[in-house]
């Protein structure tokens, strides 16, 4: 299922186009530029430090698809060969990453992160809008009624990504620290939204 994957995202008047597709071998080198980025580090709880480290994270990504516990997807800008539905022929740079979990049941949980050059360009929004679209839609896993995002409170810009892509703020919960160091936010979508 991984290799056939691909969730294109149209551009728009104020939007480059977006690919999303299973993470890759070949990522390695654009994981640990985009890892490089301090504000990127502060927020995420692991970091690819090196070639290695990175190898061994798209491994886990391979994993999670074989397994069917988690869905991990490059986020790369598209280019002018990107056919709606099928793989993108002209993936640009490296933008971000997507994120569905499953623990179990009927609820997931999707995460993101931008990389600094696609900060400020809608890549965030527009990417979590297709990985939700994907999660409640025939072609994701089977039975989720509920998705769930979850960031630290001093994280406003991925508060303000998931009040544009219709996640609504359903609590806030205590820190757990260390991976988990400060008060954070829950925000939720169900698949009536």
Request: glycine content about 12%; proline content about 9%; some cysteine.
């Amino acid at each position: 299922m991984a290799d056939t994957v691909f969730l294109n995202v149209p551009e728009t008047a104020s939007a480059p186009a977006l690919v999303l597709r299973p993470w890759r071998a070949e990522d390695v080198p654009a994981l640990v530029e985009a890892h490089r980025d301090p504000e990127l580090r502060h927020r995420l709880g692991a970091v690819a430090e090196d070639e290695a480290g990175a190898e061994r994270w798209v491994e886990d990504q391979r994993r999670g698809w074989e397994t069917g516990a988690r869905f991990g997807f490059a986020v790369l800008a598209a280019g002018p060969g990107a056919a709606p539905g099928g793989p993108g022929a002209c993936e640009g740079p490296l933008w971000g990453n997507a994120v569905l979990k499953l623990p179990g049941g009927p609820t997931g949980e999707v995460g993101y992160w931008t990389a600094a050059p696609a900060r400020g360009r809608g890549v965030a929004p527009r990417a979590l809008e297709a990985l939700t679209a994907w999660a409640f839609g025939g072609a994701g896993p089977a039975g989720l009624d509920r998705l769930e995002l979850l960031h630290q409170v001093d994280n406003t810009a991925s508060c303000r990504v998931a009040e544009k892509s219709g996640y609504a703020l359903a609590g806030i919960l205590p820190a757990a620290p260390p991976a988990f160091p400060r008060d954070g936010h829950l925000h939720a979508r169900s698949r009536r939204a």
